[in-house]
């Protein structure tokens, strides 16, 4: 079984940063997927930015430029840099982990909250 463990999440001022981390932890297929998404109140969840164990990422344009996805294969981690918020990063953010072996396997975190006030 995989687990997911999120951290960092908190209350900020506009403009501030906070940085998320996710563990992951169980049977991982050495070539995967981890990402960040979230979801605001009355909202469907978005991708925020995700990172292949390649290294290569993918950033949401809405947070392009101030947000900076990052990775330890080593620790089976995957951070979040998140900095010049706004209010409407505020959401709660969850980690994910997606690979293949056989099929295709998607793992989530249960969240964590990031609330941006002005």
């Known amino acids: 079984q995989v687990q997911l463990v999120e951290s960092g999440g908190g209350l900020v001022q506009a403009g501030g940063s906070l940085r998320l981390s996710c563990a992951a932890s169980g049977s991982i297929a050495s070539i995967n997927t981890m990402g960040w998404y979230r979801q605001a109140p009355g909202k469907q969840r978005e991708l925020v930015a995700s990172i292949g164990n390649d290294g290569r990422t993918n950033t949401a344009d809405a947070v392009q430029g101030r947000f900076t996805i990052s990775r330890d294969n080593a620790k089976n981690a995957v951070y979040l840099q998140m900095n010049s918020l706004k209010p409407e990063d505020t959401a709660v953010y969850y980690c994910?982990?997606?690979?293949?072996?056989?099929?295709?396997?998607?793992?989530w975190g249960k969240g964590t909250k990031v609330n941006v006030y002005s």
């Open positions: 994910k982990l997606s690979f293949v072996r056989i099929i295709r396997s998607d793992y």
